[in-house]
């Protein structure tokens, strides 16, 4: 059986020019770029390349200015705990109440430790509100972390925007982005519309480079202190042996992301619509979660009703459809995901929301297998949910009601 592979959000294919670009680095050119040997010369300048090439990609920024770390979560880590702790005198934190784990795990971590933490609500189409962050806003306001768009939903957030009336109240406040989700899917220019963002943060495993490398954009003169202690590398920054390969690696997926966008962009947002249209036309109680809010061009995320997602997405995979029910980092968990129950998805839905999320190599013809499983698949649950009235196939009075008076909590 075919695999098809609709789960991008959480892992990308590594793409095959990526492997030719690393090859030569898990093989011949394996020195530690550190040495002084003539044969080290070679990893040394293939790091330096990657990093002006990456530099560039981010809107001609300074190649010093870009960190190498070993994933997104490692760069949130770097940013927040970094900044708190090279900046004492400051206890005030804000943040958004859907943030990645890698995120809002942190500034929970941050409460523990006697930070004020200030978790920005969305509504229920997934949007922040930019009064409550002006409203968050105070004098003691060291660090605004918000994601540049949610993993789960597509949700884009105006962090630009907020960095940016950030910096006109105080410039002191450093500004951080978890970009994770949109690096390479849109362009981020940090020297023009982006130049009021001190940190940004991303991870090669999401644009079709190998799992085990990120890289955190840390503008010249924000403090922050490393995470990680050890050698001299990264400029003192980030001890540890650089991973050439993967370094080399991340930068020649950068480039193709950025070469192939202008094409890709378009016909990946066509097939997620299609999908979405389809699915909405052929499934009764069936919402898309983030709709009317803008939305990463990839990503879809419906709620079904009155099943669970567990059951979806172990139906979907005996077809050999990959999709998730949420963030990767927590999909092991039964709990209701945190995102999902910051925007009030009813109780009915929140435990049966799907996300797919396509790329490069999405087809029109796997949307189509979807198009033609996926309603067959939430019909079949439905017969056995408790909710549903199979007779009549529709849903129980009871659990209509369900659905207009009850939202999951949030805590």
């Known amino acids: 059986m075919d695999v098809i592979y609709l789960d991008n959000n959480a892992t990308t294919r590594v793409a095959p020019e990526v492997v030719d670009t690393m090859m030569p680095f898990l093989t011949s050119d394996y020195f530690n770029p550190s040495s002084m040997y003539d044969a080290a010369s070679g990893p040394a300048a293939a790091i330096k390349q990657a990093r002006r090439t ?10 010093d200015e870009v960190l190498f770390t070993s994933c997104a979560t490692e760069s949130n880590n770097t940013a927040i705990f970094g900044t ?39 509504d229920r189409s997934g949007r922040l509100d930019m ?10 306001t060291l660090l605004v972390s918000v994601m540049h768009a949610n ?28 970009a994770t989700q949109t690096v390479g899917k849109l362009p981020i220019d940090l020297s023009g519309t982006s130049r009021h963002l001190d940190l940004l943060s991303f991870s090669g495993h999401k644009l079709h480079a190998p799992k085990g490398i990120g890289a955190l954009f840390m503008r010249r003169g924000t403090r ?75 990503t879809l995320n419906v709620a079904c009703h009155f099943i669970e997602g567990e059951g979806i997405l172990y139906q979907l995979s005996s077809h050999g459809i990959c999709a998730s029910s949420g963030s ?50 939430v019909a079949n649950l439905r017969r056995l949910s408790p909710y549903w009235d199979a007779a009549a ?19």
Do not use: W
């Open 328 to 377: 990767a980092c927590t999909s092991g968990s039964l709990e209701p995901s945190h995102v999902l129950r910051a925007m009030k998805i009813p109780f009915t839905a929140i435990h049966g929301s799907v996300r797919f999320s396509l790329s490069h190599y999405s087809t029109d013809a796997e949307v189509d297998r979807v198009i033609e499983i996926f309603p067959s698949i």
């Open 151 to 178: 993993n789960e939903t597509g949700v884009l957030f105006p962090v630009e925007e907020m960095a940016r009336i950030a910096k006109e109240t105080d410039p002191g406040i450093i500004v951080h982005s978890d």
């Open 224 to 298: 922050c202190r490393p995470l990680l202690l050890g050698g001299h590398q990264e400029d003192g920054r980030r001890g540890g042996t650089e991973n050439v390969a993967f370094i080399v690696g991340l930068a020649r997926a950068m480039e193709l992301m950025a070469e192939r966008r202008d094409a890709d962009e378009p016909r990946i947002q066509a097939m997620r619509d299609r999908l979405e249209r389809e699915l909405v036309a052929r499934i009764p109680f069936l919402q898309v979660n983030g709709a009317g809010a803008p939305r990463l061009g990839n």
């Open 84 to 122: 708190v702790a090279a900046n004492s005198e400051r206890r005030h934190v804000i943040t958004s109440a859907v943030e990645h784990p890698a995120v809002y795990n942190v500034a929970k971590e941050l409460e523990r430790r006697g930070l004020e933490v200030d978790f920005l609500p969305v």
């Open 393 to 411: 196939n529709r849903p129980r009075p009871e659990a209509m009601s369900m659905m207009d008076s009850a939202a999951a909590p949030h805590s």
């Open 54 to 63: 990456i530099a560039r990609l981010l809107g001609k920024v300074r190649p």
């Open 131 to 140: 009064a409550d962050f002006v409203r968050a806003l105070r004098p003691d």
